[in-house]
């Protein structure tokens, strides 16, 4: 089975902190994605990737940078954490040509 | 800009009650109409993809069917494992996965 291993489960920060969410997948997908998760908004697309060193912005990058040093490692930058970016975040990979994501269980971000 | 509807938000059912649920769609050339599976803690998980009106897809008490405006997810006889939000997307027009919008998900609840 596919698996997508955020590495952390609950993060609580403080305001102005430099935040690193990490990301990997152990199926050798090229394409790699960041959500998050508010309720009422559903999911929304920060950034993806469809190759390492390669990003692209999503719907709400705003506040946010990636970096895809490794194939298998997608991580989500918050250069300075604000209370707004409280969430749920989710990352996801799929392989070349496929339409099925595969999620990560997704960390719960608390800024305080 | 490319919207998805589900409801109702939240749906209540005895166990072996069928019932359906309904995502609302307007997208611009719709490439494909996904449905995911999402339990309290975790990430997504992959149902189904449907990609022309009249296209039907079944999984053990599930069935998803797609309209040119609208999908429905039926529940036959749920059980109480099948209690999750399900979440309905579409992915529009040409590119990847940055064209999908998520809906906000309908949660389900199988009482015994």
Same mark, same amino acid.
């Given at each position: ?49 469809y ?27 918050l ?34 | ?16 009650e ?25 990430? %997504? #998980?992959?149902?189904? *993809?449907?990609?022309? $009106? ?8 599930? &069935?998803? /069917?797609?309209?040119?405006?609208e999908s ?7 059980? %109480? #494992?099948?209690?999750? *939000?399900?979440?309905? $997307? ?8 940055? &064209?999908? /919008? ?11």
């Open positions: 089975d596919v698996k997508v291993t955020q590495s952390s489960r609950y993060l609580v920060k403080r305001t102005g902190e430099k935040v690193f969410l990490e990301c990997v997948q152990d199926m050798d997908h090229e394409n790699m994605f960041w959500y998050r998760q508010d309720p009422g908004l559903g999911l929304r697309l920060i950034y993806f990737s190759d390492v060193k390669m990003k692209e912005k999503g719907d709400i990058p705003e506040g946010y940078s990636v970096s895809r040093e490794k194939k298998e490692r997608f991580s989500l930058i250069e300075s954490a604000s209370t707004n970016q409280t969430s749920m975040y989710l990352c996801a990979s799929t392989g070349q040509g496929s339409e099925k994501l595969f999620f990560g269980s997704g960390t719960q971000l608390s800024v305080l | 800009e490319d919207q998805v509807t589900q409801s109702p938000e939240a749906l209540r059912l005895q166990e072996g069928s019932s359906s649920l309904n995502c609302s769609y307007t997208v611009s050339g719709l490439r494909g109409l996904f449905w995911y599976r999402q339990d309290p803690g975790k990430g %997504p #998980e992959f149902l189904f *993809t449907l990609y022309s $009106a009249g296209e039907e897809k079944e999984k053990e008490r599930l &069935k998803a /069917t797609l309209t040119k405006k429905f997810l039926h529940i036959t006889a749920p059980k %109480p #494992e099948d209690s999750a *939000t399900y979440l309905c $997307a579409v992915q529009a027009g040409s590119g990847g996965y940055q &064209k999908v /919008t998520f809906g906000t998900g309908t949660k389900l609840q199988v009482i015994p």
